[in-house]
């Protein structure tokens, strides 16, 4: 029978229970289209619905390796969300707004 994950985290020690929080951050800070998707709790169907498209087209655009930043950007706001592009560097990151300002004029 399984335990419950809250009563194995009591008996960890804080190095691997640390350990442990930082991986699941990342998990959950990185992850493609389809799993943000489902994350967000919403189906194919109903982004389809939000975006004006059809359900096939969400399928072909969680797949996809490639798209227009604008296309991301509906895809990202249809969920609820705000698309920002950072570009990182040793020395530190900066968010590039030049795509936010072509978006706005036209």
Do not use: C
């Not at 699941?24 to 619905?49: D, G, H, W, Y």
């Not at 059809?54 to 490639?66: C, L, Y």
């Amino acid at each position: 029978m399984a335990k419950p994950f809250k009563n194995l985290k009591q008996k960890m020690s804080p190095a691997p229970l640390a350990r442990a929080e930082k991986r699941a951050n990342k998990i959950l800070a990185e992850m493609p289209l389809n799993e943000l998707r489902a994350a967000r709790q919403l189906t194919q169907e109903s982004l389809a619905k939000s975006l004006g498209i059809n359900q096939a087209a969400v399928s072909k655009m969680e797949r996809r390796t490639d798209m227009y930043i604008s296309t991301l950007r509906q895809f990202v706001m249809a969920m609820g969300g705000e698309l920002e592009i950072t570009a990182r560097f040793p020395d530190g990151a900066i968010r590039i707004l030049q795509f936010e300002e072509a978006e706005s004029r036209g």
